[in-house]
Each structure stands twice: as C-alpha cells, then as structure tokens.
C-alpha cells in the first residue's frame, strides 16, 4: 500500500477511530459524514475530540476552497474550539498550491503540523525498559493520570485533559491504554485500539520532565504488543506529532502524508 491509497487509509482511519471515541464521550457528539467533509465534534473543552477533517481524494482547488468554507461554518457554529484536519495527499497539485489562501479566505488559521503513518509489522516484541514498568488503564485513577500527562506533554490546561477522557468505561475496557511508570510515577502513556482492521495509536505522551530517554517509544511498542495480541490485527496505524515523527519508523511504521492542523481565526 502506498501512495494516496495510505492518505485514503490515513483519513479513514481518522474518521473511525474518532467516530467511536467521540461518541463515548458523549453520546449526542456531532458525528456526520457529510459530502467530502467528517464531523467528529464532541464540543468538550478536549480540543483534540473537535475534528472535521476532509475525505475526498483529488480534490481540485476550487473544491478544496469550497469545502475548506464549509468546514469552518462548521467550527463557528460550535461552543468549544478544534482542529480541521487535512491530509495533504488528497489534494492534487494545484489544490496543494492554493492551500494557503484558500484557507486564509475560509478564516482558518495554521497551527501545526503532523504526518500519517502505518506499516504492517505487528506483532512486535513485548518491551522492556530498564527504568519502567507498564500499566493497563483499568481504573479512574489511572484514566486521569493519563489525562494528566497528555495535558503536560501538549500544553494544555489540566482541567481540558480531564474532560475527555476521566470518567470512560471503553478507555478502560476496549482501548489498550497504558501508562508507563517509573517508579510509582507515570511518565509516559500510549494507546492503541481496532479501527477498521488496523491497529490505531492515539494519544502517545512523555511528560517534558521525562523526554529523550525512550520512555514514549518503548510504551507505545507495549501498546501496540498488547493490542495485536489481543485482536491478532498485522497493520497498525497513527498520526504523529513533530515530537513523534522521528520515534515512530524505529517500530516499523513508514511516513505517507504530511497533516496539516487547522484552527479558527482568533
């Protein structure tokens, strides 16, 4: 698989494992599928459960204008801000092109960047890691101690962090959350969970206080040991951070389409 048919998987992938985790947190979600454009807006203060994203592969410029509007009526007509979502591989040349003022037309501002990424290399090798132990997320506790880290690690308020995930069962059941501990003190967390055949990283964290020494990368391989075991899934997906991007072909996984990150107008 290569090419825009893992920038179609990559926005597909989005779309599913968003759907479910969205609609956990709250079962009256903004969950649509409209023409060209997914909505997968939970309207919580987490802004990353806020996500449009566009879907149509090859899109042309005057499309990508037209929908980059829609998608930002979209956002306004929310209470809590989020993120557009676009996979730079479905758009063809021209459409590339004209990104930035169509987007500066729609009153979407740029606010970072990410890449796709998958490889078919599960199972991969139960970790270990000389200063951790690894912990499943079964308890509220732990929930918030996620939480927690993933507000230090992005910079965001405590309080935000907490509102998306605190308070799941499926977090704790049917996502293959871990937390690695140093000590009795989390320093790292990654998650993994079935989406349409793939197995789907999401929310890798490191507090700042614990970075660069392979505290992310060696929880994320649990998760994703933990998870193929479970579900005996081959394929794994993500969508990496600038932080993560150089952690993640050390698993295995091989960089398909540049994402850039959207958000309104201040």
Request: aromatic share 10%; charged share 25%; glycine share 8%.
């Amino acid at each position: 698989m290569t090419g825009p048919t893992e920038s179609i998987e990559s926005a597909q992938q989005l779309a599913v494992a968003w759907r479910a985790m969205v609609l956990d947190r709250d079962a009256d979600a903004d969950v649509r599928d409209l023409p060209g454009i997914a909505v997968r807006w939970a309207d919580c203060s987490f802004s990353f459960y806020n996500c449009i994203t566009l879907t149509e592969p090859g899109a042309g410029a005057d499309l990508v204008a037209e929908r980059l509007t829609q998608a930002a009526d979209v956002m306004r007509a929310k209470k809590h801000p989020g993120f557009l979502w676009l996979f730079e591989d479905l758009l063809d040349d021209e459409a590339r092109t004209a990104l930035a003022p169509a987007a500066e037309r729609a009153g979407l501002q740029y606010a970072f960047p990410g890449t796709g990424m998958a490889g078919d290399l599960l199972p991969v090798p139960d970790p270990a890691h000389p200063d951790l132990t690894f912990v499943r997320v079964r308890t509220d506790e732990h929930l918030q101690a996620y939480a927690d880290l993933q507000s230090r690690a992005y910079g965001f308020p405590v309080e935000e962090g907490r509102d998306g995930l605190v308070g799941s069962a499926r977090w704790k059941s049917e996502m293959y959350a871990y937390l690695a501990l140093r000590g009795d003190v989390p320093v790292a967390c990654a998650t993994t969970v079935e989406a349409a055949g793939r197995l789907f990283v999401a929310f890798v964290a490191t507090d700042p206080d614990w970075q660069r020494k392979g505290y992310g990368e060696a929880v994320t391989r649990k998760a994703l040991h933990e998870g193929a075991q479970a579900t005996g899934l081959t394929r794994a997906t993500l969508h990496a951070t600038v932080a993560g991007a150089p952690v993640y072909p050390r698993i295995g996984f091989k960089p398909n389409t540049p994402i850039h990150f959207y958000s309104l107008k201040d």
